[in-house]
C-alpha cells in the first residue's frame, strides 16, 4: 500500500506507461544503500516490496565504502559484503549490485553518489529506499537539502515511529521482520543457527570465510 506525504508529484501507473512510451530509455530506479554487514531476508523484502508497489524497473543496492553514520569498525571489507549481496540477488533478475561508493571510496555520503549517477545516468528517475528510523535522521544528513531535489524518498513503514518529515517521502507499506545485521552477527558469534535469516546462499558465504566469529 502507498501513501503520500507532503507534496510530493506521484505519477499514476497509466502516466509512468505513457512517459516509458514517450521516453523508452527513460527508467525508474529504486537505490537501496547500506551496509549490508550481512545482507539479510528483511533487506530483501523491503526491496521487493518497494520494487513492486512503485512498478519500478530494477533496485539497486549499494554496498557503502566507509558508512557516515555508523561505527565502521563493525564492518567486515567491502569486498566480501559485496560478495554476499551478489549472492543474496543473483536470482532476482530486477535487482543488482551498484558499486559506485565502493569504487570511490572513503566515507559514503548519499549526495555523492545520487550526483555520480546522475551524471552517469540523467534520464532515470531515482528513488531512495529509507527505513522510517533514517526517515527521522534526514535533516542531519550531508547536504540533504540539495540531495531532496535530486531524488525521491521512500520510506518503508515500522511499528513506533512517527512517519513526519519536512521532506517529501513517499511511503510503501511492507512486512516487516525483526531481523538485524547486529544480531546476525551476535548470532554467528555465539555459535547460534542464521538459517533463513540470511539466503542460503549467504550463510555459505559466511561460514567459508569464518565471517563474524
Known sequence: MLSLQSNLAYQTTTEVELDQQINPERKRIGLYGGTF???????????????????????????????????????????????????????????????????RGGVSYTYDTITFLKE????????????????????????????????????????????????????????LLDISSTDIRNRVKSGLSIRYLVPAAVETIIKEHHLYE
Open 37 to 103: 554487514n550481512p545482507i539479510h531476508t528483511s533487506h530483501l523484502i523491503v526491496a521487493d516490496q518497494v520494487y513492486t508497489a512503485l512498478g519500478l524497473d530494477e533496485v539497486w543496492f549499494i554496498p557503502d565504502e566507509v558508512p557516515p553514520h555508523v561505527d565502521s569498525k563493525t564492518a567486515i571489507n567491502a569486498d566480501l559484503r559485496v560478495e554476499m549481496v551478489e549472492a543474496a540477488i543473483a536470482d532476482n533478475p530486477h535487482f543488482r549490485v551498484e558499486l559506485a561508493e565502493v569504487e
Open 120 to 175: 552517469k545516468y540523467p534520464i532515470y528517475d531515482f528513488y531512495f529506499i529509507v527505513g522510517a528510523d533514517m526517515v527521522a535522521d534526514l535533516p542531519t544528513w550531508h547536504r540533504i537539502d540539495e540531495l531532496a531535489k535530486l531524488v525521491t524518498f521512500v520510506g518503508v513503514q515500522r511499528p513506533g515511529f512517527i512517519v513526519d518529515s519536512k521532506y517529501s517521502v513517499l511511503w510503501v507499506d511492507s512486512p
